[in-house]
């Protein structure tokens, strides 16, 4: 895995990752709160070994409210933040996160992106030198010695934003999730062809879009449960009916944060829980009202 020097550009030199720990005894669940940002991805996972992982922070205008959650859940360290890539419905609210908590290392794709967005995400970086490592496909994240974390998916040159998006697999015992990102079908059909990607969990890639979640894709994860993370009213049309097909026709309890709000995924490992913020009954009768 490589670090990466944060100057006005990435500049990368190679180094080993940071972490390995001895296998102690767990002191928690495997805790995976899905953030309500409305049209982006925020995941905050609490590991067994009690590390804090953030991947992603939604946009801009979300950072506030990822902030939020998290003092909530008194977080006041993110060992690990993972930005899968530098689309700003992704790293936009990162910024405002940096500012406000103390971040161990960040995991990057390393894709180079000419925005706003992304300049102000480096300078964050850069002011608080943060270490920065480089995902590399296949790598194996010795972060929590209860937890198998492998990154199955990162940037090559030819790649798209989406298409460049870090993919983690995360196994707790006898419990897996899928992190997938904004990946497309190309990426869906290369991930089934190097890897077993059977998953208990699944948070759908691209919030649903008509790019990804072939048929063929879910079938090979084929979760117990898939979540969404999209906001109610967007403007490009997501999730497609053609994905959510694919997922009703495989029987996978579905969860959004456009419909239940925040949510969270706890397991010991063997056995899980799945809690939300709200009721999906009252967004039916809020589409009632609203027809």
């Given at each position: 895995?490589?670090?990466?020097?944060?100057i006005?550009i990435?500049?990368l030199?190679?180094?080993?990752?940071?972490?390995?720990?001895?296998?102690?005894?767990?002191?928690?669940?495997?805790?995976?709160?899905f953030i309500?940002v409305?049209?982006?991805?925020s995941?905050l996972?609490?590991?067994?070994?009690?590390?804090?992982?953030?991947?992603?922070g939604?946009?801009?205008d979300?950072?506030?409210?990822?902030?939020?959650?998290?003092?909530?859940?008194?977080?006041?360290?993110?060992?690990?933040?993972?930005?899968?890539?530098?689309?700003?419905d992704?790293?936009?609210?990162?910024?405002?996160?940096?500012?406000q908590?103390?971040?161990?290392h960040?995991?990057?794709?390393?894709?180079?992106?000419?925005?706003?967005?992304?300049?102000k995400?480096?300078h964050?970086?850069?002011?608080?030198?943060?270490p920065?490592?480089?995902a590399?496909?296949?790598?194996?994240i010795?972060?929590?010695?209860?937890?198998?974390?492998?990154?199955?998916?990162?940037?090559?040159?030819t790649r798209?934003?989406n298409?460049s998006?870090i993919?983690?697999?995360?196994e707790?015992?006898q419990?897996?999730?899928?992190?997938?990102?904004?990946i497309?079908?190309?990426?869906e059909?290369?991930l089934m062809k190097?890897?077993d990607?059977?998953?208990?969990?699944l948070?759908?890639?691209?919030?649903g879009?008509d790019?990804?979640?072939?048929?063929?894709?879910?079938?090979a994860?084929?979760?117990?449960?898939?979540?969404?993370?999209?906001?109610?009213e967007n403007?490009?049309?997501?999730?497609?009916?053609?994905?959510?097909?694919?997922?009703?026709r495989?029987?996978?309890?579905?969860?959004?944060?456009?419909i239940?709000g925040n949510i969270v995924?706890?397991?010991d490992?063997?056995?899980?829980?799945?809690?939300?913020?709200k009721?999906p009954?009252?967004?039916?009768?809020?589409?009632?009202?609203?027809?």
């Amino acid at each position: 895995m490589k670090r990466i020097a944060v100057i006005l550009i990435f500049t990368l030199t190679i180094t080993a990752w940071p972490y390995h720990t001895q296998a102690q005894t767990p002191t928690s669940l495997l805790k995976v709160h899905f953030i309500d940002v409305g049209q982006g991805d925020s995941i905050l996972i609490e590991t067994p070994a009690d590390k804090v992982i953030l991947v992603d922070g939604g946009p801009p205008d979300a950072g506030p409210a990822v902030v939020d959650y998290l003092n909530k859940q008194q977080i006041d360290t993110i060992d690990l933040l993972v930005a899968t890539h530098p689309d700003i419905d992704h790293i936009g609210g990162l910024v405002e996160v940096m500012k406000q908590f103390k971040i161990g290392h960040v995991l990057d794709n390393g894709k180079f992106h000419v925005t706003k967005t992304y300049l102000k995400y480096v300078h964050q970086i850069r002011r608080q030198m943060i270490p920065v490592y480089e995902a590399g496909e296949d790598d194996h994240i010795e972060f929590d010695p209860f937890l198998k974390m492998q990154i199955l998916n990162a940037d090559e040159e030819t790649r798209t934003n989406n298409q460049s998006s870090i993919v983690l697999a995360i196994e707790y015992l006898q419990k897996s999730l899928l992190l997938a990102g904004d990946i497309d079908k190309d990426m869906e059909y290369q991930l089934m062809k190097a890897y077993d990607l059977k998953g208990d969990f699944l948070k759908i890639p691209h919030h649903g879009s008509d790019t990804s979640s072939t048929m063929a894709f879910i079938e090979a994860v084929h979760p117990k449960a898939a979540i969404l993370s999209y906001a109610r009213e967007n403007k490009f049309g997501h999730p497609v009916e053609r994905v959510m097909g694919n997922l009703q026709r495989m029987q996978i309890d579905l969860y959004s944060t456009a419909i239940h709000g925040n949510i969270v995924l706890m397991t010991d490992g063997k056995h899980h829980v799945i809690q939300t913020e709200k009721d999906p009954l009252d967004y039916v009768g809020d589409q009632n009202e609203a027809g």
